[in-house]
């Protein structure tokens, strides 16, 4: 299995972005989909999460502002996130679970928001 990130970039306070994952391989048996991020000396954190029925979390941080989406019949997870702050500046990285107990992750994309 395979994940592609892509979407991310620089910009100012309020404006937007959507970050794509694209999945390619055995992709039969996900429990889920999920963004996470990752700063300079902290840990990853969960960002938002969608279940194989559709079912979606976030974090506090985030809620009202990204939305996390999926495209079945290509296999693509998507983040849209909107309001961005500078505190959201981060490497987003997608991630998949599958039933089997295997974990991927993405190769991680930069997003840089200015104030």
């Known amino acids: 299995v395979q994940l592609q990130a892509s979407g991310g970039g620089l910009v100012q306070a309020g404006e937007s972005l959507r970050l794509s994952c694209a999945a390619s391989?055995?992709?039969?048996?996900?429990?889920?989909m999920a963004w996470h991020r990752q700063t300079p000396g902290k840990q990853r954190e969960l960002v938002a999460r969608?279940?194989?029925?559709?079912?979606?979390a976030y974090a506090n941080s985030v809620k009202g502002r990204f939305s996390i989406s999926r495209d079945s019949a290509k296999n693509t997870v998507y983040l849209q996130m909107n309001s961005l702050k500078p505190e959201d500046t981060a490497v987003y990285y997608c991630?998949?679970?599958?039933?089997?107990?295997?974990?991927?992750w993405g190769q991680g994309t930069q997003v840089t928001v200015s104030s």
């Open positions: 991630n998949t679970r599958f039933w089997d107990g295997n974990n991927y």
């Open positions: 969608i279940t194989s029925a559709g079912s979606t």
């Open positions: 391989g055995s992709i039969f048996s996900i429990i889920d």
